[in-house]
């Protein structure tokens, strides 16, 4: 069996909210499988819903840039929360995202190895390097995504000074303020309620397979009596309130007066009064960090102390 470190404890511990020495025994039972103890732990009803969206560690910013219909969205990595809020570092940025504006590159390798608009006799990652040393601190360009929309408009949303950053593509015959207003309100709920998709169509089969495998199990450990019925009655109920949370149009619209209106709700209505169906195709979403942890001195050993590892 695998050893289960302070470490790997930790970071169950975040990722579920459950107690230390729950998370050790679910490590044990899982042979140090990290997915599978999220299972465990939640079919016993000690973790909520694993969002899978990882800790928020690392320092940085987010920059999200739009050009007619074109946009693109990057995230720069920072050893410290110092470095993100330098006016230099924050130029920088800004530049990487013009870079990503403009680039046909699939992936960050390629991206990398372009030759860097500002010199182009140096690369991205030159140039990058160059920054590193001006800078004092290890940067990192993690990722970037480029859209373009050919049957509408594309916004984006830049939240808590470079924090996260939303780009939004929505198809609409008629691109008009009023328009742009409703997609920019919709990236601001990606922004504050973290969907996953857009709506329940892209959401495979398996996933939600897996969904009821795990909450069957939950609701037999917190109802060891209750019949197939009422245990299906339970599944329904809570596969279909995480849908909600999951999918953007089905989110209760973070602006709406009566707190019950939904996304969907609200981009029909920006449909009637515009005159044309207005529809959200995809969105992006990045946060600083999101995944990645930072360095955190004698944490581990702590734990170890605590549970006589």
Not at 3 to 20: F, H, P
Not at 259 to 277: H, N
Request: charged share 30%.
């Amino acid at each position: 069996m695998a050893a289960i470190s302070a470490a790997m404890v930790k970071e169950l511990r975040e990722s579920t909210g459950a107690g230390m020495m729950d998370c050790k025994k679910a490590l044990a039972a899982a042979e140090g499988d990290m997915e599978k103890a999220v299972e465990i732990l939640r079919e016993k009803g000690l973790a909520a819903a694993a969002k899978k969206a990882g800790r928020i560690a690392a320092e940085g910013l987010v920059n999200a840039i739009v050009e007619g219909n074109t946009a693109a969205i990057v995230e720069v990595n920072s050893e410290t929360d110092f470095v993100a809020k330098n006016a230099d570092f924050q130029a920088y940025v800004a530049d990487v995202a013009k870079q990503a504006l403009n680039s046909e590159s699939a992936d960050i390798e390629a991206f990398l190895a372009e030759p860097w608009a500002g010199e182009p006799s140096l690369t991205v990652a030159q140039e990058l390097s160059e920054k590193i040393a001006v800078i004092g601190e290890n940067l990192s360009i993690r990722r970037f995504e480029k859209v373009v929309n050919n049957d509408g408009c594309v916004v984006s949303y830049v939240h808590g000074g470079g924090r996260i950053g939303v780009l939004v593509d929505a198809s609409c015959e008629v691109v008009n303020d009023e328009v742009k207003e409703a997609l920019k309100n919709i990236a601001m709920q990606v922004a504050a309620l973290r969907p996953q998709y857009v709506c329940r169509d892209e959401i495979s089969a398996d996933f939600i397979a897996k969904e009821k495998e795990i909450l069957v199990a939950a609701a037999k450990n917190e109802k060891p009596d209750a019949n197939d019925k009422i245990i299906e009655g339970m599944v329904a109920g809570r596969l279909n309130k995480e849908l909600k949370e999951f999918c953007l149009v089905d989110q209760v619209y973070v602006k709406a007066e009566d707190g019950k209106q939904t996304v969907a709700k609200y981009l029909d209505e920006v449909s009637k009064a515009v005159g044309a169906k207005l529809t959200v195709k995809r969105f992006v979403r990045f946060e600083t960090g999101e995944g990645l942890e930072k360095k955190q001195e004698n944490f581990a050993e702590e734990v170890a102390k605590q549970m006589g590892m």
